[in-house]
Structures are given as C-alpha cells and as structure tokens.
C-alpha cells in the first residue's frame, strides 16, 4: 500500500478547502429563499466563473497542454471573473459573489508571481489583483464603510500572497543558481583532473621518446617496452584528452561521473607505468593503511604521488630510483615521494609545466585539513611529503 506523504495530504486538506468554498458560492449564488438547492438565474454566471477558475488552479502540472501556461492560467480566470463584475455594474444587477472566487483569485495572484516569467508577472499579478478588488461592485454600489473594509482586507491578503510568492520564487532562483555555480565548480574541477593526467602522460611520452632515440643506438635489441610504453602513455593521453572535451562540452548532471578514477589501489599501477629501464621505482606501503578510507583522501593521495612523478620526469630525469611511501603515521595517513636525482633535465623548456602544480596541490592537500612540504632531501635528490587526517586508519 503506498503510504501519503505529509505534503500530499496538505494538498488534498487544501484542494478540499477549496472546492467546498466553491460550493458556498454556488449555493448562495442560487439561492432564492425558498429551497437549499441554487436553482435561481445567477448560479450560471458564476458556476462558469469558478469552474474556469478551478481548472486553471487544479489542473494538474504532468498533464497540462502547452498552450496552458502560467500567463494563460491566470490571465484568462481573471479577467472572466472582471468581465463579471463589469457586466453586473453596467447592467445595474445585484450578484454575489464569495469565499471560493476569492481563494481563487488569490490563488491565481500567487501562481502569477511565483511562476510566470518576469516581464509578464508584473502584468498578469495586476490582472489579478483588479479582478479581486472589482469583485464589491457586483453587490455593493456605494462606496461606503462595507466596500472600503472589503477592499482593504484584500489588499492585506494580496500582500501575503504576494509575498510569499515573491519569496518563494527568490529561493527557486537561489537555489537554481547554486546547482548552476556548484556545476560548474565540479566541470572545472574535473578539466583540472583530467589536464594533469594528460599533462602525466604527455611528459612520460617525451621521456621515453628521448630514451628510445638513445638506445636506438646502444641498445637497439630492448627498444620494445619503451615503445610498448610510449603507446601505453599516448593511448591513455588520448584517452583523457577526449574525457575533457567531453565535460567542457557537457553540461548536465552525468558530468560529475568523467572524473578520473584515483585511488590508493591506483597508486600501484602508476607506479609500474612509471618505472623504465633506467628509473626504478619502488612503491611501500603498510598494512595499516587500508583501501577503507575516505574516497576525497585517496583522490587527493593519488594527485600527489602523481605530481610528484610527472616533476621528477621534468625536473630530474636522470633519477635512477623513486621511492613511493604510503604508511601509517598516528592515525594519520603519510604519502611520500623522494628521487636520488640532482636535477638534470633534457626536456624542452615548454615541458617544463608553469610551475603552480604544487601549488594547487597544496590547496587540495590543506583544503582536508592536511600539510605538504616540498624541497630536497638531507644528501641528494628531492622529496614530496603529504599527511592527511583521517582519524583511525582501519586495517
């Protein structure tokens, strides 16, 4: 059995409010003093009135043609409700009017400046609004104390309506506007990403490029895994290359699901796609640091072991170890990268990067409440060190 949900059944309270309301003006439109039933003339002016208006307010949203737009529902209940009430006024006759036209009206105002657009809220709300405020004339003539009241007492409704309709509508455009920024923060942040892989990739091209032109000479018999490594790099570049077009391009929700994959089981396979037959690479890892960490940790752990790998390829080439440390450190998660490098480079200067990738990185790195230091080690070479709060690590 499917159960109601608190706002269903304030709907339904409400819509029955309503028609009920409806009802009142009917009966009391009809009534001629002799029977409960309407059954005197003015009971089909306004029974049109209110199921015009009943149609534009209860009509539901998933079945609603096109044509039936906001303007279309309340400009057109509005103005038969004002034709009404000039109609009466110019032919001299007494007509009722009651509680469910007015809640319709007020319905209608609510609906005009919550949800129309905005050069036409103005319009269509002033629509509205006048037909409420016409409404005395079809039983009152004079304006006297009753017409007066009346009028001020719709006023104060119209203000409350209105108002919470304004107010309403603010938060849809906040809250639009924050699905909209926060989108777009995540697109970029995922460009971001996705520019660092490639950049990761790219850098391991150019490296093993130079190596393969070297060897070509020395070593020509062990040229294929560093041209099997050159396609690896360059078919992964490619590959991350037409994931950032991608969300450049996109702009919906599925966008979020493009952004690379790091993690500390990650770190492994960057590892071995980084080593060559003149770099060793050496990755330790404790058993106390587990895969069961938060996944923004692991993402950020990812990044630095792979900044750190693409700067040892731009700025020490000719390191001929790299150690990877990920361990336990008070419950504090440690990841360190050190070369035995000095600094030798064959890069192009235009390889060499812009030189801020440490510095977004820290940015990452504190942003979890971590640290990140950077700079040469006792004797020779160069370490990167992060450590990242993550409370009891789990083993």
């Known amino acids: 059995m499917k159960s109601v949900s608190p706002r269903g059944c304030a709907r339904g309270f409400a819509v029955g409010v309503l028609i009920a309301a409806c009802v009142v003006d009917v009966l009391y439109a009809g009534s001629d003093g002799t029977s409960v039933l309407p059954t005197a003339s003015p009971v089909w002016p306004i029974l049109a009135v209110l199921l015009v208006g009943l149609a534009a307010v209860l009509w539901p949203a998933g079945r609603r043609p096109e044509w039936l737009t906001p ?4 400009a057109v209940p509005a103005l038969v409700s004002a034709l009404y009430s000039v109609g009466s006024l110019l032919t001299l006759r007494v007509n009722t009017f009651g509680p469910g036209e007015v809640l319709i009206l007020l319905c209608l105002l609510f609906v005009a400046v919550r949800h129309c657009p905005p050069r036409w809220a103005w319009g269509c709300g002033a629509l509205v ?44 455009y906040r809250r ?21 892989f490639v950049a990761h990739h790219v850098t391991g091209i150019l490296v093993q490029t130079q190596m393969a032109r070297m060897m070509a ?30 969300v450049l391009r996109d702009s919906g929700d599925e ?25 060793q690479v050496t990755l330790r890892r404790d058993r106390a640091v587990s895969d069961d ?37 008070a419950g504090r998660l440690e990841v360190s ?14 390889a060499h990067g ?42």
């Open 255 to 279: 966008a979020a699901d493009r952004r690379p994959v790091g993690d500390l089981a990650a770190v492994a396979e960057l590892t071995d796609g980084f080593a060559s037959p003149v770099q």
């Open 354 to 395: 812009g030189g801020f990738g440490l510095v977004g990185l820290k940015e990452r790195v504190t942003a979890l409440g971590g640290e990140l230091d950077a700079g040469p080690r006792g004797g020779v070479g160069w370490e990167v060190r992060a450590v990242f709060p993550t409370g009891a690590l789990r083993g």
């Open 293 to 329: 960490l938060p996944h923004e940790v692991q993402a950020a752990a990812f990044r630095v072991v792979q900044e750190a790998l693409t700067n040892i390829r731009r700025h020490a080439a000719d390191a001929t170890h790299v150690e990877v440390r990920l361990r336990d450190c």
């Open 129 to 172: 609004v006048g037909a409420l405020l016409l409404l005395p004339v079809r039983y009152l003539r004079l304006l006297d104390a009753d017409m007066l009241g009346f009028m001020v007492a719709g006023l104060v409704l119209v203000g409350l309506f209105a108002g919470l309709a304004l107010y309403l509508r603010t938060m849809d």
């Open 176 to 196: 639009t506007l924050a699905v909209s920024e926060t989108r777009r923060a995540e697109r970029v942040a995922i460009a971001a990403d996705l520019h660092d």
């Open 337 to 350: 990268v050190a070369d035995d490098g000095r600094g030798g480079t064959q890069l192009p200067a235009a």
């Open 217 to 246: 000479q020395t070593q020509p018999q062990e040229l294929d895994p560093v041209l099997a490594g050159i396609e690896r790099a360059a078919t992964e570049a490619l590959a991350s290359m037409r994931r950032t077009v991608g």
């Open 71 to 74: 303007q279309v529902r309340t």
